[in-house]
């Protein structure tokens, strides 16, 4: 039998969730997080606290580490993971190239930063199909919010990263170097909301509007209904002018540059310099 377990990160709305079979044991680690405070710039190791104990105290065995997306807004807490249960693979959508290239560049890592995903144990593509122990996964790849956005199937459950929040959230920003609306509304409309509507989908963000208490599935039934983004009626000309008009006034999340930085590549801290000690880059621009 398949359950999920989520952790929720409250300083980021994050949401990190474990599917794993209550028989076989085996388990799946879905968006892990590092917690890392700005100001000190300091890791905070423990914030994967929670999640480790609970798969030890279930006796779970972890066998891979998926990622939605390259995160804008939180480090991958997957390297630290696979340095606790050495052998977990990474696996990711296989155009996290394409955001490895453009990064690349932005933070002027040099010639020995590889841009073809080697950073990761698997590349998935839109229809891939892949089993860890008895769980069975199906890839489905939902693009927008980033050109590697995919969304991971379980049974009846679907992990969409940061294309769909709760319904009274919306969707996820398409103001991302090789972000597209117009791109997300069809991952949304043609793909996600084509899946059975008893699916559950289950968010990576939940920023609680009016206070509410935390939500982290939907199902697929409630999102194309209620969704205050993209539902039955909204149009694509509708959607792609709300979203190109609500980017253009969000700020940069807080973690932009050092998330992108670890999260291209697979979860790593930046190269220890000389003297032992690793460091974030940020560019300066002008005004």
């Not at 300091?42 to 939605?68: A, H, V, W, Y």
């Not at 122990?133 to 489905?140: A, C, E, I, N, P």
């Not at 090789?178 to 509304?185: I, Q, V, Y």
Request: negative net charge; hydrophobic residues 35%.
């Amino acid at each position: 039998m398949v359950a999920v377990q989520e952790f929720y990160d409250s300083v980021t709305g994050t949401l990190s969730y474990l599917v794993y079979d209550k028989t076989s044991r085996d388990a799946v680690v879905i968006d892990p997080l590092l917690s890392y405070e700005l100001g000190s710039s300091c890791i905070i190791p423990n914030s994967l606290r929670d999640l480790t104990s609970f798969i030890e105290i279930q006796k779970l065995s972890p066998g891979m580490i998926l990622e939605t997306h390259p995160h804008a807004d939180h480090l991958s807490g997957a390297s630290e993971l696979q340095r606790t249960w050495p052998g977990i693979e990474l696996g990711i959508g296989k155009d996290i190239t394409r955001v490895q290239a453009y990064f690349k560049d932005v933070f002027n890592l040099g010639p020995e930063f590889a841009t073809d995903g080697s950073q990761f144990d698997r590349l998935f593509k839109d229809g891939d199909s892949f089993s860890v122990g008895s769980l069975h996964f199906d890839v489905m790849a939902t693009p927008g919010h980033t050109p590697a956005c995919v969304s991971y199937l379980c049974e009846s459950l679907v992990f969409v990263g940061d294309t769909l929040f709760m319904p009274d959230y919306g969707t996820g920003r398409c103001d991302f170097p090789g972000a597209s609306a117009d791109t997300l509304f069809t991952s949304v409309r043609d793909k996600i909301y084509l899946l059975a509507e008893s699916y559950q989908v289950h968010s990576g963000h939940d920023y609680r509007p009016s206070g509410r208490p935390l939500r982290f599935a939907a199902t697929v039934r409630e999102q194309k209904r209620e969704n205050i983004h993209i539902n039955r009626s909204t149009t694509r000309e509708g959607f792609v002018r709300f979203r190109s008009e609500r980017d253009a006034t969000l700020e940069m999340p807080r973690l932009f540059y050092p998330s992108l930085q670890v999260n291209i590549d697979g979860g790593r801290l930046p190269m220890p310099a000389s003297n032992g000690q690793s460091y974030f880059k940020w560019p300066v621009y002008r005004a």
